[in-house]
Structure formats: structure tokens, C-alpha cells
């Protein structure tokens, strides 16, 4: 997701779309611990920065993880 499109979400719904992300990130990082190969490694890059920005935008406008 871009910043811009986050940014505009609610607090609520950047912690649910967080809760998400670490899930399907854990999920996807167990897979290649499992086999030990990714076909998705940019998209797993691609969740990374997206959990990097929520976080940042949550400590932004204060609200506790």
C-alpha cells in the first residue's frame, strides 16, 4: 500500500490491517523456513515495509501497539 492510502485509514483499521500483515508475513516466512525456497520474496519484502510504515504512523499520531 502506498503511505497515502494508509494514511488515510483509521486507527482501528491500520491495527486490524497490521494484525493481518504479521500474520500472513509469519505465515509465508514459515513456508520458506519449511522448504527453503520463496517464490515471493518481493511480496514478502513489499509486507515488511508496509508493517514498517503502520507501525510509523501509529507511533505518529500516538495511539499504543
Do not use: H, P, W
Amino acid at each position: 500500500m502506498k503511505i497515502k492510502e494508509l494514511r488515510s485509514l483509521s486507527t482501528e483499521v491500520l491495527n486490524s490491517r497490521l494484525s493481518e500483515l504479521r500474520l500472513e508475513y509469519a505465515i509465508e516466512k514459515r513456508k520458506v523456513v519449511s522448504t527453503g525456497v520463496s517464490s515471493k520474496k518481493v511480496k514478502m519484502k513489499e509486507m515488511r515495509i508496509t508493517i514498517a510504515q503502520i507501525l510509523t504512523l501509529l507511533k505518529e499520531r500516538g495511539a499504543g501497539i
